[in-house]
């Protein structure tokens, strides 16, 4: 039960990060728009208030769910790997946790340094590939463990025995 909980909000934190990246993208193709063909002029207060272009919503949702929603999954999750038996699952989602953490950081603090939106989407690959990552690893580590034993040709019962524990 508890690893299907983990699983669940694994592949929720995927789907966050790709909602994330589709709100940023429609807001600014919609800003590019509203300069290039409605021409718009972008200043201070113009994106403050009534929407003045279609797309300007897509900001306050990637802020919204940048700041509230991801982190709250993070957590969710994080706690949810110390009950579950995924092995190094802990180790990813601490990792997936302290990666929003910076990610937050970056999205917020660094006003003036515009470079750093770099980061903040590599930051989002980050979390996107640990997210899948630990989506992912209970499946494997289910199936590696319940796995039907193999059969051993001739050859190999021949050399190693039959595995029955008896001396030959």
């Known amino acids: 039960m508890m690893i299907s909980i983990y699983r669940f909000l ?8 790709v909602f994330q990246a589709s709100v940023i993208a429609f807001a600014v193709f919609g800003l590019r728009n509203w300069v290039t063909v409605d021409g718009g002029a972008l200043e201070g207060g113009s994106l403050r208030g009534e929407p003045a272009y279609t797309g300007q919503i897509g900001f306050l949702l990637h802020q919204k769910n940048g700041q509230i929603v991801i982190p709250l999954i993070a957590i969710l999750l994080l706690i949810c790997s110390f009950f579950t038996a995924v092995r190094r699952g802990v180790i990813w989602t601490a990792a997936l946790a302290a990666t929003v953490a910076v990610q937050i950081y970056l999205g917020t603090f660094p006003i003036g340094l515009p470079a750093l939106g770099i980061l903040h989407g590599i930051g989002a690959l980050a979390i996107f590939a640990f997210a899948l990552i630990s989506a992912t690893r209970p499946r494997v580590i289910f199936a590696a463990r319940h ?13 190693f025995g039959s595995g029955s524990g008896e001396v030959t």
């Open 147 to 159: 796995a039907a034993p193999t059969r051993r040709n001739k050859a190999d019962a021949a050399k």
């Open 10 to 17: 694994a592949y929720l934190m995927v789907l966050a990060v």
